[in-house]
């Protein structure tokens, strides 16, 4: 964070100079309005005769100082802002490149909302945090002891009132800024709470409506809601009883000065305007005293918000990166070693001693129960998460040490859960591979059977897909989707579940034009269906995290009691062989 403010630290820098000036201006001005009075009106010094040259000639100075005190104020707003932008700005990208190299674990542990909330909020807070500083901070600090240097100069008794209830100042301070930074810890977090379920609550509203759990959400979301309200008023009320205090203060610090100064006066060692300008200085410096109650306010909003940054700065990836990079096409060979794997805070094993092989251009399916591990174990080869034991290798290549970019370049993954993106149809395609031409896209689009549904789309290949592809169905989805990943042409395709919205003839032309285009690849399907599974070289049963069986469509037919139970209870409905 220090590198950053360093590169606009000039701004900064420049910036507090400049209130540094307004502040002088505005400490001058007092002296300047005593001078009017005593020797302009009152005529101290020159036997009770004022002067009213002296006067216009003072009063033009005044105009002048708060001419140049305000040109300043407004030229310290501007550096300040061009810093504190800038920096957040850059802060803001900074933290996007960390969380686009976060491991999934480390997602998982984060959460989407907390994370939007620490890139939009706290980072805003900071931005307000350090325009504050310089500008507040700097202010406050320079005109306290501005305010309290002339009092002495004024009188010496003045300075004394003032500095022996400093510390009483200063205790208060502590005390309230003690009880406000855990509150708005707090806040950010319920903040975070608030996010997330909105998140949930805005991009779930079908199911929410579909299922009737309108009331049970709203609840939900009132119970984050008040808890954030009740931190507020907390914050809140501790500020109540701040100005009072402060206030109360200023008062006795008041009288004692008047009391003080109209005995001098009557004693003739003080003149009526020093009393005028002493009281002016203690009203700016107990106003500077507010302000830094106010200040630090901002100091503990931006110190939450500064932690909860730095969380994801000094956050490292879990995910190691490789460096092999093979000078030779892959052939996609895949190996599983005992390959042990548990989510993170799961206790139980989710995959468990799995091994097996699959050799170059080879088509396995895997075939099992909803959570039997299917996902998780394609998941793996992609290094979406890394093995608990065990290893898997790549053509012989343990995947932790190939480079992350080229080892995903080199498999192409359709995943269960189908992610469009809101641009056209042919841009999702190109998804898998951005520097495709049009006829490539088409070709791929072809393969996925989806370029029949696509012309049909009022702009064909150029449709913009709605947020998260609501303009299309589950089958139409899935289909580009696939397109996305025969785009990329690799030598390891795996396709999780995904054309399981497809019907029997659709999904069988696309094996059958997908064996065609990309013939030496390997290939492993995840299916439900044993339409889906039948044509494959190899069938692998997981069954609770393990292989259960593995054998081709007859084998299996013939010698294993789960597949022909998945078997007999699908012959009903669709014809199979
Ligand atoms: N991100 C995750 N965090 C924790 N547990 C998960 C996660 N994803 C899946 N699981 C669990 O792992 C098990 C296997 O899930 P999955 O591989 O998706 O099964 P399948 O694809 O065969 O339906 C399930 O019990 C599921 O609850
Ligand atoms: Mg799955």
């Known amino acids: 964070m220090w590198k950053l403010v360093k590169q606009y630290l000039h701004f900064a820098l420049f910036g507090a100079l400049l209130m540094v000036g307004e502040v002088l201006m505005d400490l001058i001005q007092p002296g300047i309005m005593r001078r009017i009075v005593d020797d302009g009106v009152l005529g101290v010094n020159a036997g009770g005769t004022g002067d009213l040259r002296l006067v216009i000639n003072y009063g033009i100075l005044m105009i002048f100082l708060v001419i140049v005190g305000g040109l300043c104020g407004s030229f310290n707003n501007v550096f300040v802002n061009l810093a504190s932008h800038n920096i957040c700005n850059n802060l803001r990208k900074i933290c996007y490149r960390k969380i686009m190299r976060f491991s999934f674990p480390q997602l998982d542990a984060m959460g989407t909302g907390p994370l939007i909330t620490r890139m939009t909020s706290d980072i805003n807070q900071i931005q307000m945090f350090i325009s504050m500083m310089v500008r507040g901070m700097v202010r406050t600090l320079f005109m306290t002891v501005g305010s309290i240097y002339f009092m002495f100069r004024l009188d010496v008794q003045f300075g004394l009132i003032v500095l022996a209830a400093f510390p009483l100042v200063a ?31 805005i991009s779930g509203i079908r199911i929410i409506k579909a299922c009737v759990r309108e009331m049970y959400m709203k609840i939900r979301f009132g119970e984050a809601n008040a808890a954030i309200v009740a931190t507020q008023l907390a914050i809140m009320t501790l500020f109540a009883f701040i100005d009072p205090v402060v206030n109360i203060m200023m008062a006795v610090l008041v009288s004692v000065v008047l009391l003080i100064g109209s005995a001098d006066v009557a004693a003739g060692t003080a003149s009526p305007g020093a009393i005028m300008a002493g009281i002016t200085y203690l009203t700016q410096l107990l106003h500077s005293i507010l302000m830094m109650i106010m200040l630090f306010q901002g100091i503990s909003r931006g110190r939450a918000s500064i932690i909860r940054i730095r969380d994801i700065l000094s956050c490292r990836s879990t995910l190691k990166n ?95 859960k189908t992610e469009l993106f809101s641009v056209s149809i042919a841009d999702n395609i190109r998804w898998g591979r951005p520097d495709a031409s049009m006829d490539e896209v088409r070709q791929a689009a072809q393969i996925a059977q989806a370029d029949g549904f696509i012309s049909e789309q009022p702009d064909g290949y150029e449709t913009v897909v709605a947020e998260k592809g609501k303009s299309l169905s589950g089958g139409q989805k899935q289909r580009l989707a696939i397109a996305r990943t025969v785009i990329k042409n690799a030598p390891v395709m795996i396709f999780d579940d995904s054309s399981s919205a497809l019907d029997l003839t659709t999904e069988s032309r696309f094996y059958q034009a997908l064996g065609k285009y990309n013939p030496g690849s390997t290939r492993i399907i995840v299916a439900q269906r044993i339409s889906s599974v039948a044509n494959a070289d190899r069938i692998f049963i997981l069954d609770h995290g393990r292989i259960a069986a593995e054998g081709t469509h007859r084998d299996l037919l013939e010698n294993c009691e789960i597949y022909q139970d998945i078997y007999r209870s699908q012959i009903g409905d669709e014809k199979i062989l």
């Open 171 to 201: 205790g208060i301070l502590g005390f309230f800024l003690m009880k406000l930074t855990p509150r708005f810890m707090l806040m950010q977090a319920q903040l975070d709470r608030i996010n997330s379920l909105l998140q949930e609550n």
């Open 322 to 416: 490789g460096s092999y990079v093979p000078s030779r096409p892959l052939e996609g060979r895949i190996q599983f070693e005992k390959v042990c794997f548990s989510y993170p805070g799961d206790e139980t094993d989710t995959l468990k001693d799995i091994d097996l092989t699959i050799n170059p251009g080879e088509t396995v399916a895997i075939i099992g129960s909803t959570g039997s591990g299917k996902s998780t174990l394609t998941g793996l080869i992609d290094r979406f998460y890394d093995v608990g034991s065990g290893r898997i290798l790549l053509d012989g290549t343990d995947l932790r040490d190939y480079q992350l970019e080229y080892l995903r370049g080199q498999i192409a993954y359709t995943r269960q």
